[in-house]
């Protein structure tokens, strides 16, 4: 069949469509997946996965490590350098026990709060959005939310916020550093998709 272009001038996007065959070119794209057995100090993303050609990742990890009582944390890469000043503002909250970890002025992301346990089953497991991973003009971002089983094998949770603080903000982002608050990392994995722009589907 023929190849039918609808000028946008001609359809009413605000309308209802029942769409029934395959719809492609929208959504995500998987980037990486990548998973360790051994003890590893930290994991970093590969500079090659965020690139230009998104600026929205959303990002999945399990891990678990070494030691009880342990947060995830994470630290921004600009050009094959870790940022690890007091360059970053972070949130975190534990549904559980109703608590909120906040500071303006942190050498990292915690992505979840210190109660996690180093057991088999007992890991931290979650998903974040990297936002404006390219922009020098807004702070790249990071939202998202985790579940994990602490050092007596209770389930715990929340959600965390952060990025950079304003006055970093020119600085585009290369790459992610996820590291233990104490500790190795003994196992885990790690996947990553780009997200599309609408601008970008064709």
Not at 15 to 41: H, K
Not at 42 to 48: A, E, G, L, M, V
Request: glycine share 8%; hydrophobic share 35%; with cysteine.
């Amino acid at each position: 069949m023929a190849l039918s272009k609808i000028q946008a001038e001609s359809i009413n996007l605000a309308d209802t469509f029942a769409f029934t065959g395959n719809v492609s070119g929208m959504g995500m794209d998987l980037l990486l997946t990548s998973t360790w057995s051994s003890a590893v100090d930290y994991y970093d993303i590969p500079s090659s996965i965020i690139t230009s050609t998104y600026d929205n990742y959303f990002i999945r990890w399990q891990i678990r490590p070494d030691t009880d009582l342990v947060s995830v944390k994470i630290r921004y890469e600009q050009g094959g350098s870790v940022d690890t000043g007091t360059n970053y503002a972070t949130e975190t909250a534990n549904t559980l026990v109703n608590t909120t970890v906040s500071t303006n002025a942190a050498d990292s992301i915690t992505i979840t709060t210190a109660n996690c346990g180093s057991a088999v089953g007992e890991h931290t497991m979650g998903d974040l959005l990297l936002l404006e991973a390219n922009s020098t003009t807004i702070p790249t971002s990071v939202i998202g939310q985790y579940n994990q089983y602490n050092q007596v094998g209770s389930h715990t949770g929340g959600y965390f916020r952060g990025g950079q603080i304003q006055a970093v903000r020119t600085n585009a982002i290369t790459s992610l550093r996820f590291f233990p608050s104490s500790g190795d990392f003994t196992s885990g994995s790690i996947s990553i998709y780009g997200l599309k722009k609408w601008q970008d589907i064709n």
